[in-house]
């Protein structure tokens, strides 16, 4: 009866510390950084803002993400460390590729397309309602830069 308890109660702890470990290992920061190292497909990256104009805190990609739920504005300035999804005012496309950014994750809904290398001072149809984004794909719909 003692071992039972022993392992019942050694058990549980390590199941509930990988609970924890496990959540916190997925991609959500595997494509963010605070510079654009170009390490993407497409030779560069885009850079989402906290404020319009380019300004406040920001968050570099440079891969597709489907959903930027678990991602934060991660350089210095206003808004660092807040989520990233539904708070992008403005963007910058450091990228040969064109870049289509969704205002529903999975890629879908109003979207906005900044072609190679263009800035957007003030996201049109997804300000504030960004949700997800991929490189090379636009619709006839998006407002494009």
Same mark, same amino acid.
């Given at each position: 009866?003692?071992? %039972?308890?022993?392992?019942?109660?050694?058990?549980?702890?390590? *199941?509930? #510390?990988?609970?924890?470990?496990?959540?916190?290992?997925?991609?959500?920061? *595997?494509?963010?950084?605070?510079?654009?190292?170009?390490?993407?497909?497409?030779?560069?990256?885009? %850079?989402?803002?906290?404020?319009?104009? %380019? #300004?406040?805190?920001?968050? +570099?990609?440079? #891969?597709?993400?489907?959903?930027? &739920?678990?991602?934060?504005?991660?350089?210095?300035?206003?808004?660092?460390? =807040?989520?990233?999804? =539904?708070?992008? &005012?403005?963007?910058?496309? @450091?990228?040969?590729?064109?870049?289509?950014?969704?205002?529903?994750?999975?890629?879908?809904?109003?979207?906005?397309?900044?072609?190679?290398? #263009?800035?957007? @001072?003030?996201?049109?149809?997804?300000?504030?309602?960004?949700?997800?984004? %991929?490189?090379? +794909?636009?619709?006839?719909?998006?407002?494009?830069?």
């Amino acid at each position: 009866m003692n071992i %039972r308890r022993a392992i019942s109660t050694s058990v549980v702890p390590l *199941a509930a #510390a990988i609970a924890l470990i496990i959540p916190t290992a997925g991609a959500a920061s *595997a494509t963010a950084s605070t510079g654009c190292n170009a390490s993407g497909t497409h030779n560069g990256c885009i %850079r989402l803002f906290y404020n319009s104009n %380019r #300004a406040g805190s920001s968050t +570099y990609f440079d #891969a597709n993400v489907s959903d930027l &739920a678990g991602y934060t504005f991660l350089t210095s300035g206003t808004g660092k460390g =807040n989520a990233v999804k =539904n708070n992008a &005012a403005s963007a910058l496309n @450091d990228s040969p590729s064109m870049v289509t950014i969704y205002y529903n994750s999975g890629y879908v809904g109003a979207c906005d397309t900044l072609s190679a290398y #263009a800035i957007s @001072d003030q996201l049109h149809y997804t300000y504030n309602n960004d949700a997800s984004f %991929r490189w090379d +794909y636009t619709r006839s719909d998006c407002y494009d830069f």
